[in-house]
């Protein structure tokens, strides 16, 4: 049976793509067939952060009936695959995506798991990703104004009758200013799954167009991811996170254990 999780926002610029293509990875770590759909047509980001070179056929042929969904999948060196959308504003135009749920089934059976990366915001676009799901991932940033926009997205995905997951709580700083994970919980009336810390790493394997699950698997955004993908598969998962130099020195030191 084909999972479909669809990954969303409210608020642009949270970390959506870069959960939709780590979580992806992470589920390909724990032997998982991961599909990636890139449902952000106007603005498609998939492709650009894994480096997908301008493929001939992507999700535009298929939402405008000219391919099957199964031609537009490609696999990312890492084992899991991908569905790019068109680049070009053309492309763009002249793809109705109001069948995008009809289309993305067509991936169904042939894969375990499909991780839509939804546009921001609640258009036509977000709304069509929500359908399209049937388990929705709310995707946000610690503070208040990701979270205002993160409780009308969850409204309207219940509205639309969907599950709502949980939250995954991106770009986490101990900082004053950013809302606890018990009064997110509280404010959003729902869990939050994941937290994934703000990392470096994180643009260190955008530049090598890559995922930090596989180039920094040991760094504090890959462990999350990990651990975010084993709590959505029911599965138990503890990794050491890697130690920054200071606190190998204290450990040298026997300041800390
Ligand atoms: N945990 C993180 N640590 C540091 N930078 C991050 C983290 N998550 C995302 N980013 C950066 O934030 C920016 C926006 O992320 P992106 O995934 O494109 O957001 P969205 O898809 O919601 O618009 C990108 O430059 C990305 O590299
Ligand atoms: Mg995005």
Redesign the pocket.
Known sequence: MTRYITCI?GK????????SINLGAAFTYFGKDTTVVDANLTTP?VGVHLGVPIVPINLNHALQGKNHISEAVYLHPVGTKIVPAGISINEMKNTNPGNLRRVLRGLLGTTDLVLIDSA?GLGREALLAIESGDEILI?TNPELPAITDALKTIKVAEELGKKVTGVVL??TKEERGDLSVKNIEIMLDKKVVGE????ES??EA?IMKDVVVYTHPKSN?AVSYKKLAAALLNREYEEEIEEGTFKKLLRKLKLVR
């Not at 642009?12 to 959960?19: I, Q, Y």
């Not at 994934?196 to 990392?199: A, F, G, K, L």
Request: charged share 25%.
């Open positions: 926002s642009g610029g949270v970390g959506k793509s870069t959960t980001n921001a995707v991106t770009r994934i810390p703000e990392d994180i643009r955008l955004a």
